[in-house]
């Protein structure tokens, strides 16, 4: 699905998207503080994955997890 995805090219094809956008945006600012999650949001862990966060870049590709996030 690259051609909905500008923050991914070609290269990045068989890395985990977290993992990618991390390193991109460290790339573009060293000093911030990302911790990459590539763990499968369920109903029992949500809670304890997002409640440390301010900011959620949200990479999941299906419509289930997506709304569980945007519920929590």
Known sequence: ???????????DISF???EVLTK???NQNPSIDIHS???KLQKSNI???VSDYQIIC????NTSTRLL???C
């Open 37 to 39: 999650i590539s763990e």
């Open 16 to 18: 985990k998207k977290a």
């Open 1 to 11: 699905n690259l051609h909905r995805q500008f923050q991914y090219a070609f290269g």
């Open 47 to 49: 809670d304890s994955i």
């Open 24 to 26: 991109k945006l460290r």
């Open 58 to 61: 949200d990479c999941s590709d």
């Open 69 to 71: 996030l945007n519920k």
